[in-house]
C-alpha cells in the first residue's frame, strides 16, 4: 500500500473501531499498527507469546526475539 492508502485504511480502521466493533487485524506493516492498537496480541506457531498494551507488547524479549530478530538476554 501506498502512504496514502494506508492512512485511508486506518481512518476506516478507526472508523468502523469507534462504533464499539472489535477489529481482529493481522498486519506486518508494525508503524500502522501501533497506530492505532490498544492491545496487542501476538502468536507464534499457533502460540500466543505477548498479549497488552502496544509499548509493553513491543518491549518483550520474545517478541523482539521472534519478529524483530534481537537477541533475547535473560
Known amino acids: ?3 496514502s492508502e494506508c492512512a485511508s485504511l486506518l481512518t ?3 472508523d468502523v473501531h469507534s462504533t ?3 477489529i481482529v487485524w ?3 506493516v508494525v508503524h500502522a499498527l501501533l497506530s492505532v492498537a490498544k492491545r496487542l496480541v501476538v502468536m507464534n ?3 500466543i507469546i505477548a498479549d497488552g ?3 509493553d507488547v513491543m ?3 520474545e517478541v523482539k ?3 524483530l530478530g534481537e537477541e533475547a538476554h535473560v
Do not use: C, N, Q
Request: avoid cysteine; glycine fraction near 16%; aromatic fraction near 8%.
Open 1 to 3: 500500500m501506498t502512504d
Open 12 to 14: 476506516a480502521i478507526l
Open 20 to 22: 464499539g466493533v472489535t
Open 26 to 28: 493481522i498486519e506486518h
Open 45 to 47: 506457531f499457533g502460540k
Open 53 to 55: 498494551g502496544p509499548g
Open 59 to 61: 518491549a518483550s524479549r
Open 65 to 67: 526475539s521472534v519478529y
